[in-house]
């Protein structure tokens, strides 16, 4: 079993839809939690922290269940531009601050 | 700032060739990492470091190697490359561990060994 496991998507919408990403993790001692985008042939970029109380910003809600050891990302009213890769990254403790990166979910949005 | 830079952002090489992918941040970050992401994959870390001087291995290091002897630098060796080894490969870096541990990460540099 990996160890940071995505939904494997492709997830194609049309735009103005809601869409949510579920990504689940497998080491109880994971810390820090991340939602990452990456578009088309270019670095990933940190798109949001996710935090035990849930955090959001604007149209991206986080959330981390630490119970069930997942944590997902809800894009509201989507854009043509919200179009990419979606990576989460999960920082066990102790780790050095080394991340483990899903594979990754890819949305595309539709006019 | 200019973040996370790296060089070149493309290359091709024979397979038994060498080559040096540079990485460098002005951030003054502790913390750097080596990646590799295949098409259509997530990212796989080779080499990481947490300080001048100490690097470390990660998930898949064989065929490549690493130093770090400044803050800003963490070059990335590839020896005798291999067709297994055509990649995009992204360097990062981060200021700390934990909820603080955001990483940055370069430009990438594709590599094709034919």
């Known amino acids: 079993r990996k160890e940071v496991e995505q939904d494997p998507g492709p997830f194609n919408v049309p735009e103005g839809a809601t869409v949510a990403f579920n990504c689940t993790y497998s080491?109880?001692?994971?810390?820090?939690f991340f939602w990452y985008r990456q578009d088309c042939r270019k670095e990933p970029k940190l798109l949001m922290s996710?935090?035990?109380s849930g955090n959001e910003d604007g149209r991206f809600t986080a959330q981390l269940n630490r119970a069930s050891q997942y944590i997902s990302l809800l894009i509201r009213d989507s854009k043509l531009s919200d179009s990419a890769t979606y990576l989460c990254?999960?920082?066990?403790?102790?780790?050095?601050?080394?991340?483990?990166f899903g594979d990754g979910t890819t949305l595309t949005v539709k006019p | 700032n200019a973040g996370v830079t790296q060089t070149p952002k493309f290359r091709i090489l024979k397979i038994g060739q060498s080559m040096t992918l540079q990485c460098a941040q002005d951030?003054?970050?502790?913390?750097m990492y080596w990646y590799r992401q295949d098409p259509g994959m997530g990212l796989k870390l080779i080499y990481y470091?947490?300080?001048?001087?100490?690097?470390d291995k990660g998930e898949v290091p064989n065929g490549y190697n690493v130093s770090r002897s400044t803050t800003e630098d963490f070059p990335l060796r590839l020896e005798l490359a291999a067709p297994s080894q055509t990649s995009v490969y992204f360097c990062?870096?981060?200021?700390?561990?934990?909820?603080?541990?955001?990483?940055?990460f370069g430009p990438g540099t594709r590599l094709l060994v034919l």
């Open positions: 990254a999960v920082n066990v403790r102790t780790n050095a601050g080394k991340s483990t």
């Open positions: 080491n109880s001692a994971s810390q820090s």
């Open positions: 470091s947490v300080g001048a001087g100490i690097t």
């Open positions: 951030m003054n970050h502790n913390y």
């Open positions: 996710v935090y035990s």
């Open positions: 990062a870096s981060s200021y700390s561990t934990g909820q603080g541990g955001t990483q940055y």
